[in-house]
């Protein structure tokens, strides 16, 4: 039985010169409402699109593929930049801002830190028969989290610089109340008392705002993750999503048992924020640092069986370009520093509408043994990292 999908991509609105967020999401949301579920993210300078449900690749591409390219035509008319990236290099000014409804709650709750909440995600919802179910995956994910991050780390720059961080976005949500792994729990009853506990603790304001990477969808019968940055390409977006549901399909008593330790996770996070895929991940499996050209072809075997052939190669596709060439956060840093913000805002124009064309017929006949091969990245990235690529600590 097909599991089904659902995946929800944020969006930033730049001014074309300097590439600072600008309040325009409402008049996109006017042009585009119509055709797609799309709605006015946390500031007017963003949006979000929510794809319906989706039961196989083709579906979920050609879904992302349809919103993004209405958004870039969108925003060639308004003379804009859409960006599908995790932070902004300059976010909206702070004050000013009208929040209404739950947002208004909440930034009342966070107060100066609701101004550096300009961040950019990659959600994915899987479907499951039931919360026990949930259960389950989630505590399979818990040891996957950090990856996910690594690979999918997008937002390198904040306040016109480099943040040395592959992705700014995850330090900024580790701020709120709740981030990072959720706890391992033995049952739906544990995570209920979980969630129920923490009500109106911090900015707890209602169980929506409970930000654990992954968690049981307060509103959908879904595993819902939250980890990953918003993806320059639809075609990564995708291949994140794979990844997640066939974790989730795979998920059982025997590999949801493993690592119950939420702190040495969390510090995983953190690490995978700071390197994204540069030098070294944990290992879910013995809970120490390895290259990450390892660790990530233990998740290519680990999600094997959850995929199609063609899945499959799609994914092995994404992660070998990924090992080759670096997450979404070295391709912006590369643009920055190389040909200033034009380059940056080309880069994020071009990767809009960019669904990686040949990328899955490349990828047919690469297993996922095949990606701790040695691989010679194509470019000169020239970030704080750059002596770490080859995998060495």
């Known amino acids: 039985m097909t599991i089904s999908l659902g995946i929800e991509e944020e969006f ?8 600072r967020a600008v ?39 050609a879904s992302l593929a349809r919103f993004r390219c209405g958004l870039a035509a969108w925003a060639a008319e308004a003379g804009v930049v859409a960006a599908a990236t995790g932070t902004p290099l300059h976010p909206e000014p702070a004050g000013g801002q009208d929040w209404a409804g ?35 995956a989630l505590n399979r994910l818990r040891p996957w989290l950090p990856v996910l991050l690594a690979l999918s780390a997008n937002s390198p720059h904040w306040s016109g610089v480099d943040t040395g961080f592959a992705s700014w976005r995850s330090l900024h949500s580790r701020r709120w109340t709740t981030y990072g792994i959720p706890p391992h729990f033995a049952d739906v009853d544990a995570y209920e008392m979980a969630i129920a506990r923490h009500a109106g603790i911090g900015a707890t304001s209602d169980p929506r705002t409970i930000n654990w990477c992954a968690r049981l969808s307060p ?8 980890v990953c ?10 291949a994140l999503a794979l990844i ?35 030098a070294t991940l944990v290992d879910p499996d013995t809970m120490t640092l390895a290259p990450a050209r390892a660790v990530i072809a233990k998740l290519a075997a680990a999600v094997t069986t959850g995929l199609t052939v063609e899945e499959n190669a799609a994914v092995c596709g994404f992660l070998q370009r990924v090992i080759a060439e670096g997450s979404g956060a070295d391709r912006q840093r590369i643009a920055l520093a190389s040909g200033g913000r034009a380059a940056l805002g080309q880069l994020l124009r071009d990767a809009l509408s960019d669904s990686w064309p040949g990328v899955v017929a490349s990828a047919v006949g690469v297993k996922s043994g095949d990606l701790v091969r040695p691989v010679t990245p194509r470019l000169d990235r020239g970030d704080p990292t750059a002596a770490q690529r ?4």
Do not use: M
Request: charged share 20%; with cysteine; aromatic share 6%.
């Open 12 to 19: 930033v609105l730049l001014d074309p010169e300097t590439l």
């Open 23 to 61: 309040p325009l999401a409402d008049c996109a949301i006017a042009a585009l409402g119509g055709r797609d579920t799309v709605v006015r993210e946390y500031f007017p300078s963003q949006l979000e699109f929510a794809s319906p449900v989706l039961h196989d690749a083709a579906d979920a591409l």
């Open 102 to 136: 739950r947002y208004a709650q909440i930034a009342d709750d966070t107060r100066w830190l609701t101004y550096d909440h300009q961040i950019n995600g990659l959600h994915v919802h899987v479907g499951i028969p039931d919360r026990a179910t949930g259960i389950v």
């Open 219 to 226: 509103r959908y019968p879904t595993v819902e993750v939250r």
């Open 229 to 238: 940055d918003s993806q320059l390409g639809a075609h990564s977006s995708v």
């Open 244 to 278: 997640i549901r066939a974790l989730v399909g795979t998920a059982d008593d025997a590999n949801a048992a493993k690592s119950p330790d939420a702190g040495v996770w969390d510090a995983a996070l953190w690490h995978a924020a700071r390197h994204g895929v540069s």
């Open 390 to 393: 080859n995998g060495s600590p």
